[in-house]
């Protein structure tokens, strides 16, 4: 198969979108369901939701998320209620907040953030029972796309350019996902497919943003000539990693992907 045959790495970036956000959201729900103990012995969603969200650098030893990075993540959300959600996350002790604005799990953070990636161990074994292979196969596959996805060159220059969101985006705040030695493959597969959707969230709000949309205009944009021109230019956007895998290749993780229980 060759790439003027359908799957190129914009057409691919397109595909995949939908299918990665399944697979990632159904994980995440199951995480919710089967966590919501953990989360109470810690204070409830009052002291852990963003842990949660921002798992993936916060777990590291040192991990920090800066303010622009914690402000992409939370583009489309009330910047007034996201900060107050985080002061209460201080409060009970969970998360630092640094003198230069950086975000810092404490102690007590790190012990929730431990026992939420055992939980994803488990949530992922359960629904993915039977499914070894191809999580295996998902979980290198999104991890060649990542690499690529890091190489400095994506990220060269100031602004956006092909195959990234903007320098400082949700990406780069979360990106490499922290994967101590002996990290299970399902919890490999549920954060790297987390962080190819921070990838395409910060392309879609680099095309938005240069159309001259805001968060909030960009989300009441109703279907139409335009929102589909603006999800052309993110396939754009997004495709430069895709071209680490041979379009054979990107056909198999489509297939895998949608074969994923749940």
Partial sequence: ?????????????????????????????AGQEGGAELSQRYGGPSATAFLVELRTRLAAPGGTVDGPGFAAVTRYRDPTACQRTMDRHVAYGMIHRRSDGGLAATERGAAFLAELYQLHAEVAAELWAGQDDRVLRLTEATGRLLAAALAPDTHAGGGAVDGAGPVG?????????YEPDGTPAGVLLLNRLGALRHHRADAHAAVWAAAGYTATSIVELPDGTQRRAIELATDRQAAGPYAALTPDERLAMLADLAALPG
């Fill in 1 to 29: 198969m060759s790439d003027n045959v359908g799957l190129a790495p914009h057409r691919f970036a397109g595909l995949v979108a939908p299918a990665v956000d399944r697979a990632f959201v159904a994980a995440m729900r």
């Fill in 169 to 177: 985006g949700a990406f780069s705040a979360l990106a490499p996902p």
